[in-house]
């Protein structure tokens, strides 16, 4: 006879029985299908598959989230500039006395060696036996020990072979603002803030750093109301700004537009600009001394030039006075002083060019050239070279002409057909002095002014840029981010430059994403009104305190009392 729990136990043991017996006909199915190692290979697959069991630490890393805030969507920095490009610029030049014809020279993209020329004791009027051949570049790569004589040998490049180099003009951004023309740019040394003035007179600043894809100014001030801006600069310190406007005092105001000082005006009924302390006329162009932070110079239409000291306001502390052949005076529409300061030069209005030695006196001009430009025309700006021994003149009579300071009598070279209508138009030299840039008016029939830039030996056309059918006025190039900054007619300023030899300026702010508007500004723009602010709850005046004031007044006293008498007298008789 079986106990009750046999019964149980004969259960248990065949449904173990069952459950190898299925295990091992799967296993055969499997081992039927693949064969007997792919079916352990998958049985092994599973079980790694399995995830591991995690410690609390990892659990609570997986509980929370890993990171907060909405995630934004990335930006194609490389895309974005690439919409910049100007189409069909090229930003090599060739630079060499043996230039070919300009025509020749836009229109080819070969380099120095690839372009054919004569040879040069075939020239006419050479004199002497021909140079050697320049060596060829499979000479080099077989002496490659001979580097330190390679680099001597690359100095002494002959004079009838060009070089090629590169401008940074292949991308271009544009900010816009103004209604009329931009007569003045300024940029710090740094390159991260630009300064612009127009005509309407008002001055915005520009920061590159804080802007994004919009280009928005981050200030905008008028600080001469009625006036339009003729000049800004940084100082040498960057840590202020000198405006020029079409009144008789300049400014000075910090980076963040705020005003510093204000300089003396004149007395315009005194007839010696000596006894004067200031301007009496229209500044015309104001800049910072090279080598003393705390000094300026300011040149103005009443036919003097001012040194100040910017710690004394109230009065210059040297006059330059430009005069005619009359010996009368004679406005001064653009004065500079060199950056070695040995040189103070000044651009008339009668189209002669009058300079003083830096260190003075200054009672009267050392060099002066009558017939710089034409006399019915003036002289629209100036610029020194680094080393001080040559000066570039822009006229209003559409010519660019190059003089040797230590022969001021003939211009070196002149260039002619450079149509101008500004009386701001700019010359400059390139950073490294390898170019002279200056910009051309738009003319009635023509596409617009353009961007011309010169090799400045042999003062030939080697790249010229259209603005989009406005003219040039100002330009500015800095060297220390290596972009052109370009004043337009239009109200615009354009901002040349190139990706792979730039860098930073509007490399930060072209690919960056706008900011958002945010609710919460529409609030901080909105009026507060302080209770009882309004006219409606304002208190009606009583008449009370007028009554105590004419009450101490013995003269309204007495009058106020006869014409009480008066109304009484005549209201008794009516009665």
Request: contains cysteine.
């Amino acid at each position: 006879m079986k106990r009750p729990h046999e019964d149980d136990d004969d259960i248990d043991d065949e449904e173990d029985e069952m459950s190898k017996l299925r295990q091992s006909k799967k296993f055969s199915a499997h081992a039927n299908t693949y064969g007997r190692a792919q079916a352990k290979e998958v049985h092994q697959q599973k079980q790694q598959q399995q995830p591991e069991p995690m410690d609390e630490e990892e659990q609570l890393r997986a509980f929370f989230p890993s990171d907060f805030g909405k995630k934004y969507e990335t930006i194609d920095k490389d895309a974005v500039i690439e919409k910049t490009k100007k189409e069909g610029v090229s930003n090599k030049v060739l630079v060499g006395p043996a230039r070919p014809s300009s025509s020749s020279s836009s229109s080819s993209s070969t380099t120095a060696a690839q372009i054919p020329q004569k040879p040069e004791h075939e020239q006419e009027g050479f004199v002497g036996p021909p140079r050697p051949a320049p060596r060829s570049s499979s000479s080099n790569d077989d002496d490659d020990d001979n580097d330190d004589s390679d680099d001597d040998d690359d100095d002494n490049i002959p004079s009838g072979y060009l070089q090629e180099v590169q401008l940074p003009v292949t991308h271009e951004i544009e900010l816009s603002g103004y209604s009329k023309a931009v007569n003045a740019l300024g940029i710090d040394p740094a390159g991260a803030r630009l300064a612009t003035g127009g005509s309407d007179g008002f001055v915005k600043l520009w920061d590159f750093a804080g802007m994004d894809s919009s280009l928005r100014c981050f200030r905008d001030i008028e600080p001469c109301p009625g006036h339009q801006i003729k000049s800004l600069q940084y100082s040498n310190t960057g840590d202020r700004i000198l405006v020029a406007s079409g009144s008789a005092q300049a400014k000075i105001i910090d980076r963040d537009a705020f005003e510093l000082a204000e300089f003396v005006k004149g007395d315009q009924y005194l007839a010696d600009m000596g006894n004067t302390k200031g301007h009496v006329s229209a500044i015309s162009n104001a800049m910072w001394h090279p080598l003393e932070n705390d000094k300026i110079l300011t040149s103005s239409i009443d036919g003097t030039m001012r040194l100040w000291d910017v710690k004394d306001t109230k009065k210059h502390k040297s006059i330059l006075r430009a005069k005619n052949t009359r010996g009368t005076r004679t406005g001064v529409v653009f004065g500079m002083i060199s950056p070695d300061a040995k040189f103070i030069a000044a651009a008339c209005q009668d189209g002669s060019l009058q300079i003083w030695q830096g260190k003075g006196p200054y009672s009267k001009a050392n060099i002066i050239v009558r017939e710089a430009h034409e006399p019915t025309s003036s002289i629209s700006c100036l610029s020194f070279s680094a080393d001080g021994l040559h000066l570039v003149s822009r006229g209003c009579d559409d010519t660019l002409k190059v003089w040797d300071t230590r022969n001021f009598k003939t211009p070196i070279k002149v260039v002619s057909n450079l149509p101008n209508h500004f009386e701001q138009t700019d010359v400059i030299f390139s950073p490294d002095e390898d170019f002279i840039i200056t910009g051309t008016s738009a003319k009635k029939g023509s596409e617009g002014g353009s961007l011309v830039f010169f090799d400045r030996h042999s003062l030939e056309p080697v790249k010229q840029l259209g603005m989009g059918g406005a003219s040039v006025v100002r330009v500015t190039w800095n060297k220390s981010i290596n972009q052109i900054f370009v004043g337009c007619s239009d109200g615009k300023t354009r901002v040349l430059y190139d990706p792979a030899m730039s860098k930073r300026g509007a490399l930060l702010c072209v690919a960056k994403r706008p900011r958002k508007s945010d609710p919460s500004d529409d609030l901080i723009r909105r009026p507060i009104h302080v209770p009882n602010a309004l006219e409606m709850f304002e208190d009606q005046p009583t008449g009370k305190r007028k009554r105590e004031k004419d009450r101490k007044d013995p003269i309204r006293h007495q009058g106020t009392r006869i014409s009480n008498i008066k109304c009484n007298v005549a209201s008794s008789r009516k009665r």
